[in-house]
């Protein structure tokens, strides 16, 4: 009787410890997610308001730490959510000097942040740049894309871009080496009709390149895809060391997708295939692979029959 007294005091006072132990545990839980913390970010730089008549190279990373001081339950959000933030520079003091001061602009900066996070510093606090001649032309737009389609869908034409170049303006040395720029990736999924859109010119860190304009409208075709079989004269390549030379069969059959509107528009004329005598002097193949060299753009060949050809040489 004694002892089970005993166990039941002992398991009384173990509850008591374990309920202490989960309210203190709770309290110090609250007081640590109110209390505030200095935490480092780091953000990608953007460059805003650029001086108009100077090209300039930044003579540091574009990357730097941003101290914010934060809530604890923020600071345990932005650990187990890491994420490189994005901020935006002021350049307009630049027209009459070589370097910008971040603690000069943390109000500016501050705005860019929610009101629970202060932007106490920044890292490095000053940026340097170098200026040099600035130039001006205009490069082509190009389109990357990462599309699915439905099953007999597909591109059926050039993809348009309104407008088909960009004004690029910034040092020589940078915009000269530059031929084209791309949008941003435009994503779809089990597109079957026209895609409209509007793109971001993506600046691949040229932040002292100043690009207009900055969107572009894009156009891409898209139509049902059908299979067309088309019977393609063979050409026969270093054939004229010989007498004569004769290949069988003497036409391949093409089968191609090709679009459902333009399929009547595709002829034999259009595909070219060739094989080459080459193969058979060098290597002693007993018979000439096909290759085509000519087919319309937006076509996707499916099949050449045969693949292989036998031929026939007089010497």
């Known amino acids: 009787m004694k002892y089970r007294r005993f166990t039941k005091i002992q398991r009384r006072k173990i509850s008591i410890f374990l309920r202490c132990l989960i309210i203190s545990f709770v309290a110090w839980l609250l007081i640590a997610v109110s209390n505030r913390y200095t935490f480092i970010v780091k953000s990608s730089v953007e460059y805003v308001n650029l001086p108009e008549k100077r090209a300039f190279h930044p003579l540091q990373s574009d990357t730097v730490q941003v101290h914010l001081k934060m809530s604890g339950w923020n600071v345990l959000m932005a650990r187990l959510k890491p994420s490189v933030s994005n901020i935006q520079v002021d350049l307009s003091t630049l027209a009459n000097r070589s370097f910008i001061v971040f603690s000069d602009q943390l109000e500016f900066i501050n705005r860019q942040f929610a009101s629970d996070k202060e932007v106490d510093r920044v890292s490095p606090d000053t940026l340097y740049f170098d200026f040099s001649q600035q130039s001006r032309r205009r490069v082509e737009v190009r389109v990357p894309t990462n599309i699915s389609f439905k099953k007999q869908y597909g591109i059926i034409g050039e993809t348009k871009t309104n407008p088909k170049q960009v004004t690029i303006t910034g040092p020589s040395e940078d915009i000269d080496n530059i031929d084209f720029l791309e949008t941003d990736t435009v994503y779809g ?102 290759k085509l060299f000519k087919y319309p753009d937006f076509c996707k060949i499916v099949r050449v029959e045969p693949q292989n050809v036998d031929f026939f040489v007089r010497k």
Request: glycine letters at 2%; hydrophobic letters at 40%; aromatic letters at 4%.
């Open 189 to 290: 999924n089990d597109i079957h009709t026209d895609i409209r859109t509007v793109v971001n010119i993506n600046r691949r860190q040229r932040t002292n390149i100043t690009i207009h304009p900055a969107l572009v409208e894009v156009t891409i075709p898209v139509g049902e895809l059908t299979e067309k079989q088309v019977e393609v004269p063979l050409h026969v390549l270093n054939s004229k060391k010989y007498t004569s030379v004769r290949v069988i069969p003497s036409k391949v059959t093409v089968t191609a997708l090709v679009s459902l509107q333009d399929y009547a528009k595709w002829t034999a004329s259009d595909f070219g295939a060739v094989v080459d005598l080459d193969n058979w002097a060098q290597n002693q193949v007993s018979s000439l692979p096909v």
